[in-house]
Nanobody
Framework: QVQLVESGGGLVQAGGSLRLSCAAS????????MGWYRQPPGKQRALVAT???????NYADSVKGRFTISRDNAMNTVHLQMNGLKPEDTAVYYC????????WGQGTQVTVSS
């Protein structure tokens, strides 16, 4: 049973923008801190950004000022707006929900060409 469904990945040129979305069931979304993580080729998965139920946000230093995480409580969806993309942002991006349990999405590929 798929709990988190991601969308919005793709190929973009450096300097461009993408918006990732992650839809969750209402039960999971309303009780979880939501986050985005990424795993570049050959590297470990790492935090990109998180947003709490109360909308407090946290960002990795490498994306501060370029990425914005937000949550749409009416749609049970968390978004990651990515601007000023760089080739080093290339990775598989994963949505994560942390509440009573932890859930991961299936991942969506983001590729930034130079």
């Amino acid at each position: 049973q798929v709990q988190l469904v991601e969308s919005g990945g793709g190929l973009v040129q450096a300097g461009g923008s993408l918006r990732l979305s992650c839809a969750a069931s209402g039960r999971i979304f309303s009780t979880s801190t939501m986050g985005w993580y990424r795993q570049p080729p050959g590297k470990q998965r790492a935090l990109v950004a998180t947003i709490t139920i109360g909308a407090s946000t946290n960002y990795a230093d490498s994306v501060k000022g370029r990425f914005t995480i937000s949550r749409d409580n009416a749609m049970n969806t968390v978004h990651l707006q990515m601007n000023g993309l760089k080739p080093e942002d290339t990775a598989v991006y994963y949505c994560k929900a942390v509440g009573y349990f932890t859930y991961w999405g299936q991942g969506t590929q983001v590729t930034v060409s130079s």
